[in-house]
């Protein structure tokens, strides 16, 4: 069984640029979920994705976008990035859209923006 | 205010010692409660999953949710320097996604 896997690991941009942060999720599982997780911070929910479509999305700008592929892959989107966007960006993939599903985590993608 | 509230220590007890980890939150409409344990560089990982109040045990380890007074706990027996990790709780009402607290740095020392 394949777990969660997130590319790329760490990534260094500057403020006004964009970056795009990738995750596979876990073989069977058709929900992506993204977290922001700053520094010395639990993770926050940004958006999840479910059958190609956003299925709940948290307190973040528009800017915050993402996607869903038909393989379930997912992809998180940053435009106009900010220094506060430093952290470390988490996928979870379960295949249950509500709380019922345990959430598998990835290792994360560290952004710093400069 | 925060909805969860978790002291982020660092908390260093001996090897062997008996833990107590603990969260406070504000919304009585949180009905999932559940604790993740982050090892350094590494994402979260579900330990602990319990449906509104009472008591669940997992070998060494034990959750208990008391929703009248808002709190929740981890506790953790015969601690080991593998337990050395952040200690996440995290809730969610009906239908709603996780609200994580800020995590708890524990270290056991040997």
């Known amino acids: 069984e394949t777990g969660v896997t997130q590319s790329p690991t760490h990534l260094i941009k500057t403020r006004g640029q964009q970056v795009t942060l990738r995750c596979s999720s876990q073989?069977?599982?058709?929900?992506v979920s993204w977290y922001q997780q700053a520094l010395g911070q639990g993770p926050q929910f940004i958006f999840q994705?479910?059958?190609?479509?956003?299925?709940g999305r948290g307190n973040f700008p528009p800017r915050f976008s993402g996607l869903q592929f038909p393989n379930y892959s997912s992809e998180l989107n940053v435009n106009a990035l900010e220094l506060d966007d430093s952290a470390l960006y988490l996928c979870?993939?379960?295949?249950?859209?509500?709380?019922?599903?345990?959430?598998?985590f990835g290792e994360g993608s560290r952004l710093t923006v400069l | 205010q925060k909805e969860v509230e978790q002291d982020p220590g660092p908390l260093s007890v001996p090897e062997g010692a008996i833990v107590s980890l603990n969260c406070t939150y504000s919304?009585?409409?949180?009905?999932?409660f559940m604790w993740y344990r982050q090892y350094s560089r590494k994402g979260p990982e579900l330990l602990m999953y319990t449906y509104s109040s009472g008591n669940k045990e997992d070998g060494r380890f034990t959750a208990q949710v008391d929703k009248s007074s808002k709190y929740i706990s981890l506790f953790i027996r015969d601690s080991q320097p593998s337990d050395s990790a952040t200690y996440l709780c995290?809730?969610?009402?009906?239908?709603?996604?996780?609200?994580f607290g800020t995590g708890t740095r524990l270290t056991i020392i040997p």
């Open positions: 995290a809730m969610a009402k009906e239908n709603e996604k996780l609200t």
């Open positions: 979870a993939s379960s295949f249950r859209t509500d709380n019922t599903g345990e959430l598998f």
């Open positions: 994705y479910y059958r190609e479509e956003e299925n």
């Open positions: 919304n009585s409409a949180f009905q999932y």
């Open positions: 073989s069977g599982h058709n929900t």
